[in-house]
């Protein structure tokens, strides 16, 4: 199983302020996804990145994946109260199920 | 298409109770898993199902027992609730291929155990 580890634990910032979050591994990913969970509800899909460098973006948020496939980070520009959540990484294991990091708890204060 | 339903959506247990959590989806994927969430570990999976007859554990599986007799329903049973299956607990399912594996969450069932 593919140890992913996610950083920072716990973001609090202001609406309007720039973010930042890792997603890492030791080993190579075939391919990698985001995730966003909000209080009460299940995880839903922001993106996919398969290919090493590549760079996706959805509105607001920028999703990086690194050269060598071992690292991915989401960048969130100009936050919103509405992007507060559970922003977990995740990936295939064993070609089966998915693997999930433990998260970044994401707050974004008025 | 409703989706990924997960039924109930709450339940609260007595230690030694057993129980079935529900789970059906109509989008006719071939592979569903069950993973329990806890504060500060993420999803963890408890077993998974590549198609209807076909289970396998994951990463937390004891305590708990699934089957697939059909494609669209995949229960996990709790045998003798304990304390330490207080959680949420999440079906998921997505398409077997290898052309995407959007994976699509059911709602959750929160359950405590006393």
């Known amino acids: 199983t593919q140890l992913l580890e996610q950083s920072p634990q716990f973001l609090s910032i202001q609406e309007g302020e720039n973010l930042t979050v890792y997603c890492n591994s030791s080993?190579?990913?075939?391919?990698l996804q985001w995730y966003r969970q909000e209080p009460g509800e299940g995880p839903v899909l922001l993106v996919t990145v398969v290919t090493g460098g590549e760079v996706k973006k959805l509105k607001r948020l920028t999703f990086q994946f690194g050269d060598a496939r071992k690292d991915s980070s989401l960048h969130i520009t100009a936050a919103q109260p509405g992007d507060t959540g559970l922003y977990l990484c995740?990936?295939?294991?064993?070609?089966?199920?998915?693997?999930f990091g433990k998260g970044t708890s994401l707050l974004v204060t008025p | 298409n409703a989706g990924v339903t997960q039924t109930p959506k709450f339940q609260v247990l007595k230690t030694g109770q057993s129980m079935t959590l529900q789970c059906a989806q109509d989008m006719n994927h071939e592979y569903m898993s069950w993973y329990r969430q806890d504060p500060g570990m993420g999803l963890r999976l408890i077993h998974y199902s590549v198609g209807a007859g076909i289970t396998d554990q994951g990463e937390v599986p004891n305590g708990y027992n699934v089957s697939r007799s059909t494609t669209e329903d995949f229960p996990l049973r709790l045998l003798s609730a304990a304390p330490s299956q207080t959680s949420v607990y999440f079906c998921a399912s997505r398409k077997g291929d290898t052309s995407g594996y959007t994976q699509y969450f059911g709602p959750g069932t929160r359950l405590t155990v006393l």
């Open positions: 995740s990936s295939l294991n064993s070609g089966y199920a998915l693997n």
């Open positions: 080993s190579v990913f075939s391919s």
